[in-house]
């Protein structure tokens, strides 16, 4: 799939098939995601590999994680994939950080398991993930206060909107510039700051705890009165899904 109307490289099309297990899927995540890359950004790439049954059935057990790290035409690339039943397993645990990288529009490889989850993700959600994107939000914060770069400021307001958007609407969306109305009116300042270096110092903004402390408490207000169950409701598709992908490969669909 060509990205290059994200400003990303094309080769990134090239990934998937470079690697040692089939790709379900790799998505672009991090800062390209969230809304505010900077001209020396590296990429996230996220996904989905697939483990031949011979190294989950026997004594030696294949790569739940593959993490790899390279550099190519100047651009630093990030690569984490997991195993598929890890991947799941991940889904169903309330966390973010995968429904983000599942969910992401900047895809650069995909397959039909790729778009089963993507079905499913929906029952994955809970009114849970609010604890997600509280915590995340309390360590960029004190990261912030440590440094005062403004990196860790913008993750600080961007998962206290995404959490809220979330709990609102069960709507995940992860571009900060697309949920500015949740937060301070100088947060296209920010962005644009960002966009100029990956580390730069956070300019000054009056109000700045202030403005967190809000956002944080919307973000519970929002989380308390959400309409988002209890539990997901997807354990027994994404099983199913495990056990086919597994047996059969991905070219067998849902019956």
């Known amino acids: 799939m060509n990205v290059d109307t994200t400003g990303l490289p094309e080769w990134l099309a090239e990934v998937a098939g470079e690697q040692p297990y089939p790709l379900a899927f790799a ?22 590999h697939v483990l031949p049954v011979e190294e989950v059935a026997g004594l030696r057990h294949g790569p739940e994680t593959v993490e790899r790290m390279w550099t190519r035409d100047g651009v630093e690339v990030d690569l984490v994939t997991h195993d598929l039943a890890k991947f799941c397993r991940l889904l169903l645990g309330r966390n973010g950080y995968v429904l983000e990288q599942l969910l992401s529009p900047l895809v650069v490889s995909s397959s039909p398991v790729h778009a089963e989850l993507t079905a499913l993700a929906p029952g994955c959600l ?93 973000l519970e207000e929002a989380r308390d009165s959400s309409g988002l169950p209890e539990r997901a409701t997807a354990e027994a598709a994404l099983h199913d899904l495990v056990v086919r992908v597994r047996l059969h490969g991905w070219g067998v669909e849902n019956p």
């Open 27 to 48: 998505t672009v995540s991090g800062a390209h995601l969230y809304g505010f890359p900077s001209v020396d950004s590296d990429v996230d790439l996220r996904g989905v």
């Open 126 to 218: 809970t009114h849970h993930h609010a604890h997600h994107y509280l915590g995340f939000a309390r360590t960029q914060w004190r990261l912030f206060t440590k440094t005062r770069e403004l990196k860790p400021l913008l993750y600080t307001f961007r998962v206290l909107a995404t959490g809220t958007h979330l709990m609102r609407s069960g709507e995940l969306e992860a571009d900060l510039t697309r949920l500015y109305g949740y937060g301070p009116a100088y947060l296209p300042e920010l962005v644009a700051a960002k966009q100029e270096a990956e580390h730069g110092p956070a300019p000054s903004a009056p109000g700045l705890e202030a403005d967190v402390e809000r956002m944080t408490a919307a």
